[in-house]
């Protein structure tokens, strides 16, 4: 058999090495469920980057793909509607008030059935973060288990018919619902 090119001999490692990384990826994955410790060098839901895999060859360290950015833990911040500066959720969907709540209560008149068309704007910690709003911000509890966001003390809501971010198809709705501005106050004006 003949030999083989110093060009040749160093694709075969790096093709060796390549198959190597791939094969501790893959084992790494077949670990099971999500992990109940912290990895060294994390913090939080913060990941650090995978050390590179050295070519057994001497070629050098096969680099790996960088960790995905994590997901915006903002639960509340702002965005422009018409001539309003309104409260949207973290992902940009527009959130309201119902004006049949009463602030500082701890629950909210929409139960059942209404909170399938108005769902609770909801997270996992009782001190959500956010951008731009100046109101104050606390939570009650979700029927789901969760942590429903108040905004000066009422509930929060997001509109099942807005379908993406800057649809505000809520406001106004059989004149008990909407939207929030930044300082907590409600806006009865047309968005538009």
Not at 80 to 86: P, S
């Amino acid at each position: 058999m003949a030999a083989l090119t110093e060009a040749a001999r160093r694709r075969v490692r790096l093709r060796l090495a390549a198959l190597c990384a791939a094969a501790a990826l893959g084992l790494a994955g077949c670990a099971g469920g999500p992990s109940t410790t912290t990895p060294p060098g994390t913090t939080g839901g913060e990941t650090s980057p995978v050390a590179p895999v050295p070519d057994p060859y001497g070629g050098g360290p096969v680099p790996t793909p960088p960790a995905p950015a994590p997901a915006s833990d903002v639960a509340l911040k702002t965005a422009t509607a018409g001539a309003h500066t309104i409260v949207v959720g973290g992902e940009g969907k527009t959130v309201y008030y119902y004006t049949k709540d009463e602030a500082n209560s701890g629950k909210s008149a929409c139960v059942g059935g209404c909170l399938t068309l108005w769902p609770p704007v909801t997270v996992d910690s009782e001190q959500p973060a956010v951008e731009g709003v100046t109101g104050t911000i606390g939570t009650i509890a979700a029927p789901d288990g969760k942590r429903w966001v108040t905004l000066n003390g009422l509930p929060l809501h997001y509109y099942a018919n807005d379908t993406k971010a800057g649809d505000t198809t809520g406001q106004g709705v059989a004149g008990v619902w909407y939207v929030a501005a930044p300082d907590g106050k409600m806006i009865t004006d047309p968005l538009e």
